[in-house]
């Protein structure tokens, strides 16, 4: 019977003129493009410089300030005030006053201060902007201590802190977000399309033919399960090789665990999305449930802020979601070389919550109403 | 003997009652007409029947079985048309006809030739590649007709089959009803076409819920002494609007 079924579900997929092609290509822009625009790497900050100083070491310390690639400058002001009327109008995010005589006290004191004014509406480009011009300044006071040693002004060497960053050096953010794109595409599509299906048979009468058969609900639940596993098979395949080809980001693990945590994902989240179809009465209602639920699931799995910063009872909330254990094999994978025992804790959680929903979604099935 | 045997049979939805205590019997290889204005109840107490809805109160067999406790093995000895068209338009017409016949289990060797034999019994063999959604009604309605007696059941239930449907297409689908009789199925079938009631064997006419009316064409007809089927229903509807005021 199931055989049928499947048939059935597989040649309307095809049949189709929209699913197939949203299969192929969402995965495909998503992958390539996100990763680009949604970028929280701090970069390009406007500098509104006000150099009072006009030495060869205020020069420099420009020159150096410029070459880093994260500063562009915006211009050169006369006083403090007009440069502070640059970031209000939001021509300028920082802004770095070298004070007169900077030079010569720098010589005769073996000191100077500088000042960094940030614009923080956006607080984190603000305290990463002026940590990143600070670095650089400090790393240009280095230089110069370097170049003078022996002279009689070399100051005292401070403790140094240098950060070694694992698994991302670079702390680039496109590795942050590669994993989570692919864990949302998984969910849109794996998660969305079982929730329209049932839902939609509803609407089009087609689910009474059906209901009036012996088909039992457990086979029914199956051929609307299995489409949707095969499909997420190509969709995560699909992710990986674009994040590869655009992004050179490969799993530094093996590939064999992963398909093995893709498989029990997906099967449970498009049963969670078949227990929503049982319950929906439209496909209305049925879109809306799941975005709010996805939404909801995105913020509270991990995906783009760290699961940690959530108070207590929201994590505990959170280890209800398969998204928040299948994004850390995810990271795991792609970052970490991890081995499948190394990520075994998190395989049995997305088992559990796989037999969960699809339970569910049996049971929430009903051929006969009330 | 008797296929469908119905007692008390009753569906509250809400406050609203919709199948009124109704208590009938429908014997084998009998043509039934299940009658009744739009929203008399009638396609609720098919679904009762089919186990597709819980009744309320009451109880029923249908082929045997029990409506509430059995429904499940009800589904296995009948066949359903329902009154909104209900196969997949968007596969061809042998793909939908291939899908019933695998979930009533015909084996897998001979589907083909069932598909094909159906193709023949309604003169579909050219339309065998065709998109259902690109048929015209009338042609759905048989199609959907030969799909629900695919796997030869005891009954057939058939809800408006003809609605919507151009009087030759209704006449031809009629004949297929009489052919499907003359092999053994018991046909349960409601319509409001009072001409298509006079084909049937019995009939009952429901009002409001209740049944108001059970027998054989003729003796309605002599019963209230009228010429036609229609003045037959004519007279208890207007009962039924007298009712209410």
């Known amino acids: ?370 | 003997m008797s296929v469908i045997k119905v007692e008390n049979l009753t569906k509250h939805f809400g406050n609203f009652i919709a199948v009124n205590n109704i208590t009938f019997q429908v014997e084998k290889g009998e043509i039934f007409g299940f009658l009744g204005v739009n929203g008399a109840g009638k396609t609720t107490a098919m679904r009762m029947l089919c186990g597709l809805s819980q009744p309320t109160s009451g109880s029923g067999t249908v082929a045997g079985y029990d409506i509430a406790s059995q429904s499940e093995d009800v589904k296995k000895h009948i066949g359903y048309m329902s009154q909104k068209f209900a196969l997949y338009e968007d596969l061809k017409v042998w793909e939908n006809m291939r899908l019933y016949a695998g979930i009533y289990g015909v084996p897998r060797s001979e589907i083909p030739a069932v598909i094909d034999r159906m193709l023949a019994a309604l003169g579909f063999e050219s339309e065998k590649n065709t998109l259902v959604k690109e048929l015209p009604l009338g042609w759905k309605q048989k199609l959907a007709f030969s799909v629900s007696i695919i796997h030869r059941p005891e009954i057939v239930f058939l809800d408006e089959p003809t609605g919507g449907v151009d009087p030759a297409a209704r006449r031809q689908f009629w004949e297929f009803i009489y052919k499907a009789a003359d092999e053994g199925i018991t046909v349960f079938v409601t319509t409001h076409y009072m001409d298509e009631a006079e084909y049937c064997h019995r009939v009952s006419i429901m009002v409001d819920g209740r049944i108001e009316a059970l027998d054989t064409p003729a003796r309605l007809k002599q019963q209230f002494s009228v010429a036609s089927m229609d003045d037959v229903f004519t007279k208890l509807a207007r009962k039924a609007e007298g009712g209410e005021q």
């Open chain 1, 1 to 370: 019977m199931l055989r049928y079924l499947l048939e059935k579900e597989f040649k309307q997929f095809f049949r189709n003129r929209f699913l197939p092609r949203l299969v192929i290509a969402l995965p495909l822009i998503a992958l390539a493009v996100f990763p680009l625009v949604a970028d929280m790497d701090v970069k390009n900050l406007s500098l509104s410089v006000i150099d009072s100083d006009h030495s060869r070491t205020s020069q420099q310390m420009q020159e150096k300030i410029a070459s880093s690639g994260y500063f562009k400058e915006s211009g050169n002001f006369a006083d403090y005030k007009s440069a502070l009327q640059s970031i209000e109008k939001g021509d300028a995010d920082l802004l770095l006053e070298i004070p007169q005589q900077f030079e010569q006290s720098l010589n005769r004191e073996n000191s100077g201060s500088l000042m960094i004014a940030a614009n923080a509406v956006n607080g984190m480009q603000g305290g990463l902007g002026s940590a990143y011009l600070s670095a650089i300044i400090a790393d240009y006071n280095r230089e110069l201590i370097a170049n003078t040693q022996g002279s009689a002004f070399l100051p005292v060497t401070a403790v140094e802190v240098r950060p070694l960053f694992r698994f991302n050096p670079n702390l680039s953010y496109r590795v942050f977000m590669i994993p989570a794109l692919i864990a949302m595409m998984l969910v849109m599509i794996c998660g969305f399309l079982p929730a329209l299906n049932i839902v939609s048979e509803k609407e089009n009468g087609t689910i009474e033919q059906v209901n009036v058969t012996p088909v039992s609900k457990f086979t029914f639940i199956l051929s609307k399960l299995i489409p949707y596993w095969v499909i997420g098979f190509v969709v995560a395949t699909l992710c990986i090789f674009t994040a590869f080809v655009f992004y050179g980001m490969f799993p530094t693990g093996s590939v064999l665990p992963l398909y093995i945590f893709i498989a029990v994902f997906v099967l449970g989240f498009s049963g969670f999305g078949l227990v929503v179809s049982n319950y929906a009465k439209n496909i209305q209602q049925a879109i809306f449930v799941m975005f709010f639920f996805v939404i909801t699931l995105i913020f509270i799995s991990g995906l783009y802020t760290p699961f940690k910063n959530m108070p207590a009872w929201m994590q505990m909330l959170g280890n209800a979601s398969p998204l928040k254990y299948f994004i850390q094999v995810l990271r795991m994978t792609y970052l970490k070389s991890a081995t499948f025992a190394e990520m075994q804790h998190l395989f049995y959680p997305l088992c559990a919550l796989a037999v969960f929903f699809n339970s569910w979604a049996v049971l929430s099935y009903w051929k006969k109403s009330a």
